[in-house]
């Protein structure tokens, strides 16, 4: 092996029924580096991860540990770990029902003399660590009472602490916010410095420069090439992952008009939910675009929770197109015209082993209720429309959505709000975990349909993409509007609002 590389991986392939996931591909880590591992949604990189780490049984090629003897192949998940490859999935899977030291210790729980686990001990431990990467947590604490943002600070420092060579991070980043996304910047640095060798895969390009000495770039499950990162600028890694140019980028043209003329979608009036929205007010008119900026617990998502009747506002009205209604749970939403998109996918999005399909009609369905079931070629018709718009890979409508790669599921719970085809629809990180390209798409698509007078609530991290696509932004913080911006809205102007509160 040559020096100073960790691990290779050469000729890999692997087939799924169906679909060939993997072709021939090849990667190299070195001692000491933090690599990115990139591509489209579906391109293949959970796969060979998942090659790496012994999930996967792959049927050609061969992976080089360094101190190993000989090639390793389809080796177990233990045994990946005891050559000390360490993994934080895409899914985070911890168990949120038990203690934040529970599930660092999961499976290798320190012991007493007794050979009863040693609480107190790990407890202790479980508290340093967390404590040493600058986590505000309280180990003793069910993880189900954080955020998910924690819970996956959670995942990590339990891979950071099984002493690994290599670590394996897949889209860690999606759920945090600017700070803890440079906390764990800092961490994976840290780690760099220990010889630590890193493979990072995210959505955000930016990020690669960030941090990253390399990249790998797949497509369509074959190996498009490994660079260095000052040979590989932005624009030559997105056409490397797509192969094309991405040229449309600055193509979104959104409606510059005084919406104040136009008649009201949704207007709250003190609406307020104890402990994370304070009495709030929101005027949306149609065919507007208004999207929330603030931190991560701000209350952003709170809000679009309280107006959709996910939570029950506890004071105020809402009237939708002039219209006072009552909101007491979902159903009630939709039925008066509204779709939301919600922020947690895992507990409120994906039902697993229902297919695309299903997956998709599911809450057009539940709109319409038991008696007025959609026929088999309807629900067809609606699956081939949405998957076409927007642009789920998949092999067929009735695949399982499990088996579909992370970002090509968050499309098909996309679709199936798009499906419901609301008036007024709350996005909530609607372009999370998806691909540069598709991501353009969607945001045209979301300007698209606000020119078909419908309006929508955007909430991102992304504050770039609000630009893009939002007429008006809302500033909140500490579940308060701090700050309102029509024109005159730029990256300055709203980071300005967002930090400082008033504008
Ligand atoms: N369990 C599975 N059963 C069948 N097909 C699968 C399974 N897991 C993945 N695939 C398929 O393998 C291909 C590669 O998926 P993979 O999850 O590796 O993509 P990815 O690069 O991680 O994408 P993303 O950025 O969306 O996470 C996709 O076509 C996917 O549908
Ligand atoms: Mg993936």
């Given amino acids: 092996m040559e020096e100073n590389v960790v691990l290779t991986a050469r000729g890999i392939s692997m087939t799924f029924p169906g679909v060939k996931a ?54 177990s998940t233990r045994d990946a770990q005891n050559v000390g490859i360490s993994t934080v999935y895409q899914e985070v899977n911890l ?24 609480r107190k001990s790990y407890n202790k431990r479980s508290q340093k660590i967390m404590d040493e990467l600058g986590i505000a947590v309280d180990v003793t604490q069910n993880l189900e009472n954080y955020s998910l943002a924690i819970q996956q600070m959670v995942a ?34 840290d780690l760099r410095e220990k010889g630590v060798s890193i493979l990072f895969v995210t959505h955000f390009l930016e990020q690669v420069y960030a941090v990253c000495d390399r990249i790998t770039v797949l497509r369509n499950g074959t190996f498009v090439g490994e660079y260095p990162i000052a040979d590989l600028p932005r624009v030559k890694l997105v056409a490397a992952m797509m192969g094309k140019d991405l040229d449309d980028l600055a193509e979104i043209k959104k409606e510059q008009k005084d919406f104040s003329k136009e008649p009201m ?25 208004v999207g929330i900026g603030g931190l991560l617990g701000s209350g952003r998502s709170e809000l679009a929770r309280c107006i959709y009747g996910a939570d029950k506002a506890q004071t105020g009205t809402l009237s939708v197109n002039g219209e006072q209604v009552k909101i007491n749970q979902p159903i009630d939403a939709m039925n008066k015209g509204m779709g939301m998109l919600p922020d947690d996918r ?17 809450a057009l369905q539940a709109k319409r209720g038991m008696f007025k079931q959609l026929s088999r070629a309807q629900q067809e018709e609606i699956a081939d429309r949405y998957i076409e718009l927007v642009q789920i890979k998949t092999a067929s409508k009735e695949t399982l959505i499990k ?25 909530d990180e609607p372009t999370r975990g998806i691909d ?17 007078g419908k309006s929508v609530l955007f909430i991102s991290s992304e504050i770039e993409e609000m630009l893009r696509t939002c007429n008006r932004m809302v500033i909140m913080r500490d579940g308060q509007k701090v700050g309102e911006l029509d024109h005159e809205l730029s990256q300055e102007s709203v980071m300005k609002a967002i930090a400082g509160g008033e504008s």
């Fill in 22 to 75: 993997l072709d021939n591909v090849d990667l190299t880590l070195r001692k000491g580096e933090i690599h990115a591992l990139m591509g489209e949604n579906g391109a293949g990189k959970s796969t060979l991860i998942k090659c790496l780490t012994g999930i996967n049984d792959f049927e050609a090629g061969e992976i080089r540990i360094d101190g190993i003897e000989g090639p390793v192949k389809n080796h």
């Fill in 95 to 118: 168990c949120p029902n038990l203690s934040v030291a529970e599930n660092l210790f999961i499976g290798r729980e320190p012991l007493t003399k007794l050979r009863t686990i040693d």
């Fill in 156 to 189: 990590i420092a339990r891979a950071v602490d099984m002493d690994c060579k290599v670590l394996i991070l897949d889209e860690p980043t999606s759920s945090l916010d600017d700070e803890e996304v440079e906390k764990l910047f800092v961490l994976m640095r």
């Fill in 265 to 289: 979608e949704i207007s709250a009036k003190g609406l307020s939910h104890a402990g994370t929205v304070k009495p709030f007010d929101l005027d949306i008119h149609k065919g507007e675009v």
């Fill in 346 to 362: 895992k507990a409120e999005g994906i039902i697993a082993d229902l297919s695309v399909r299903e997956n998709i009609i599911l």
């Fill in 403 to 427: 088996q579909l790669s992370g970002g090509n599921q968050q499309k098909v719970i996309l679709a199936r709000w798009l499906a419901t085809d609301p008036d007024f629809l709350i996005l």
């Fill in 436 to 452: 540069i390209g598709t991501k353009s798409e969607i945001q045209k698509l979301i300007v698209k349909l606000a020119g078909e």
